[in-house]
């Protein structure tokens, strides 16, 4: 009997630990926004250039708050690209409440996802974006799921995203530990991560394990990930997302890859 209390006791103690930093943030009022989605601001943020300003092509990955209590277990990310010379963005995302999920096309490239305010997780700029861009579009056209949507574990909107990365040499972006989906294999177990450097074993997305030089190390429990990231001198909390001192994703300049790349929630 003491021994099943025991395990009793770490089984909850697991739950409670994972579940810590979602019941943290809906307790804490921190991520409360419109009462309606009919009525949350969708407008830019003000991070991208405007295409007038920039003529160079750009690549940007982002993520915002998912929608409703969802924001407090996860983030939905989305990519931006922008050619040379070209007066619009297009933006790649999955939205899982169309029947064709796969939504690729113009438009703002750091909308605020509902009332959540975006963050910027990688931008590459010049002859190395001229090179992605192409391949890109290729790996939107190609998603094996573009009648398919489920938030938990996958495929979603953060499988879309990571699906595109791993398909495209050279786009290598860590996404953060609490983008849930993103470690769905499809039809894999063992994978490379977004990140470029490292492998990750993941059953479903249920339960998983990460190691990778951007993303460091992550050990996913029921599409809930902590870890930590040596390189990032950061520690990865379940639906809290990663407090680093370091953006360890490709940026115009390293002098700006310095604290923000997941203080903000």
């Known amino acids: 009997m003491k021994r099943f209390f025991r395990y009793t006791g770490w089984v909850l103690g697991g739950l409670l630990f994972l ?14 926004g419109a009462e309606s989605w009919q009525t949350a601001t969708r407008e830019s943020a003000g991070i991208a250039p405007s295409p007038g300003a920039a003529q160079e092509a750009i690549v940007q990955v982002y993520g915002a708050r998912a929608w409703s209590w969802r924001g407090y277990f996860a983030v939905h990310t989305w990519i931006a690209t922008k050619e040379k010379g070209a007066d619009h963005y297009q933006v790649h995302q999955v939205i899982g409440w169309r029947n064709h999920v796969v939504n690729s096309g113009p438009g703002e490239p750091d909308r605020h996802w509902y009332g959540a305010r975006p963050e910027l997780y990688a931008d590459i700029r010049g002859a190395q974006a001229e090179k992605l861009i192409p391949r890109i579009y290729e790996a939107v056209d190609s998603y094996p799921f573009p009648t398919e949507y489920q938030a938990w574990p996958g495929p979603n909107s953060n499988t879309f995203v990571a699906w595109v990365i791993r398909q495209v040499p050279g786009l290598d972006v860590a996404l953060p530990n609490h983008a849930i989906g993103k470690d769905y294999l499809v039809d894999q177990i063992v994978a490379e991560v977004p990140g470029g450097a490292g492998y990750q074993v ?3 997305g249920y339960f998983g394990l990460l ?5 460091g190390v992550e050990l996913n429990v029921l599409g809930l990930s902590f870890g930590i990231n040596p390189l990032a001198l950061g520690i990865k909390l379940p639906g809290i997302g990663e407090l680093a001192l370091r953006n360890t994703n490709p940026m115009p300049s390293d002098s700006d890859q310095t604290a923000g790349a997941g203080w903000e929630l």
């Open 202 to 204: 993941s059953f479903g």
């Open 211 to 215: 190691a990778g030089v951007r993303e």
């Open 19 to 32: 579940l810590s930093g979602p019941i943290l943030l809906a307790t804490s009022g921190s991520l409360q």
